[in-house]
């Protein structure tokens, strides 16, 4: 069938790509529906854009004709895609704020399709931590992002990450959103953020897990096309879009949520599982005394890795875990590989900021190799994590695994 994209226009020189990324769309056998904000009609204009489409272009949230013929509403839903291309700073800001102050930016609201943001803009608005802050946002969000590339800008001949996505990259990210991603068809849980642990109904144990990598990783594997169910204890973070998502406090809780989603082809264990919780939860707070300091008895947690680890039908095809450690990362490592009975592990050296943080550095562990990766943005961890996942499995349906 037929697929039909609405393609959002931002205001920036990179419109004029947009055009020729109408035709790239249309060539493929998609629709192609225009949305302009004001600011792109101070580069192209919507006779040009209406001319290669093949459509009405829509301009206006207030123009009375054009909300009575299909409105916002329509506009967001009567389609299968949803490209911003240009992604300009100020799109993206009042996406990641929820703003509906203009066409463009209320379509978004309203959206309930699959959104591809292709930025566009100097590379110094690319790097301002505002815009970073927003497209992390909008990536914890679910929107999927193609670009921006490094490149020469073609106001300024500055050079540096802010060049937008060139047109066959855009359709080409856009068809895979389509036509559903490598990881169609395959069912994976992730486990993220802290456990908490009652010691009586005001106290607890927990640590400072933020869940920000976990969230990236479910939301990666969901823009890859698989059936996620995220398993998180409390965090900070809104849920991923495209993510079934279950919240839970304690370990024994996090483990049943996690059987209670199999069976699944992918199991991705994320979180920082306390090991231990105290053995018994008090009914009443405890309350200070003279008898003292209360002594507080600990029992050991499940282990959900390991569980879900074992072998058996219902063990997932591919079992991954992380190792947060300070020293001695690889050796750690792999001892935990044979110990827990899983198939990769990612080390990441937590001595520094990265709990909370928002980059990481991994060494990636399988049962035959090692690899170190740079240090990037945790949803860039994730990305690569997604992209290797897919390119095993599909190995492995191929007998090569
Ligand atoms: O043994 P350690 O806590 O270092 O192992 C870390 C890995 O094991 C992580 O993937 C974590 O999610 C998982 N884990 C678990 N259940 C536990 C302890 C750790 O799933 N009780």
Redesign the pocket.
């Known amino acids: 069938m037929e697929k039909r994209i609405l393609l959002i226009i931002g205001g920036g020189v990179a419109a004029y790509k947009s055009l020729e990324l109408i035709r790239r769309l249309r060539e493929r056998g998609a629709a192609v529906r225009v949305v302009m904000t004001q600011a792109a009609q101070h580069f192209i204009t919507p006779l040009a854009a209406g001319a290669i489409s093949g459509e009405r272009v829509f301009t206006d949230l207030f123009d009375t004709a054009q909300e009575f013929d299909v409105g916002h509403i329509r506009l967001a839903r009567e389609c299968d895609l949803i490209i911003v291309a240009p992604a300009t700073a100020d799109l993206m800001a009042k996406a990641a704020l929820g703003l509906a102050n203009d066409l463009a930016s209320a379509v978004l609201l309203a959206a309930d399709k699959p959104v591809l943001l292709a930025p566009a803009m100097n590379p110094q608005m690319w790097a301002n931590p505002a815009t970073q802050r927003n497209a992390a946002a909008l990536r914890a969000s679910g929107l999927g992002f193609i670009g921006p590339n490094e490149g020469e800008m073609a106001e300024s001949g500055e050079r540096g990450i802010g060049r937008m996505a060139e047109p066959e990259q855009i359709r080409d990210a856009a068809l895979a959103l389509l036509n559903g991603g490598p990881l169609k068809g395959k069912r994976a849980i992730v486990?993220a953020g802290a456990t908490l642990e009652a010691i009586d109904p005001v106290r607890f144990l927990s640590n400072r897990s933020s869940g920000k990598q976990g969230y990236s990783i479910a939301s990666a594997l969901a823009a890859a096309g698989a059936e996620v169910t995220l398993v998180t204890g409390p965090t900070a973070l809104a849920a991923p879009l495209g993510v079934s998502t279950v919240r839970v406090e304690s370990?024994r809780e996090m483990l049943a949520a996690c059987e209670a989603a199999l069976p699944a082809d992918i199991a991705v264990?994320?979180?920082?599982?306390?090991?231990w919780r105290p053995a018994a939860v008090a009914e009443e707070k405890i309350k200070k005394t003279e008898a003292g300091i209360p002594a507080l008895s600990l029992t050991e947690?499940?282990?959900?890795?390991?569980t879900l680890s074992k072998p058996g039908k219902k063990r997932p095809q591919l079992v991954i875990?992380?190792?947060?450690e300070t020293e001695k990362v690889e050796a750690h490592a792999r001892a935990?590989i044979a110990r827990?009975g899983c198939d990769w592990i990612l080390a990441n050296d937590v001595s520094g900021d990265v709990m909370g943080g928002d980059k990481n550095q991994i060494l990636l562990i399988t049962r035959e190799s090692a690899e170190t990766w740079p240090l990037m943005s945790k949803a860039a961890v994730a990305q690569k994590l997604a992209q290797r996942i897919s390119e095993t499995l599909a190995g492995k349906s191929a007998g090569r695994g």
Do not use: C, Q
């Not at 264990?269 to 090991?275: P, T």
């Open positions: 486990t370990a264990m994320v979180a920082a599982v306390a090991d947690n499940p282990d959900i890795l390991a875990g992380f190792a947060a935990k827990k």
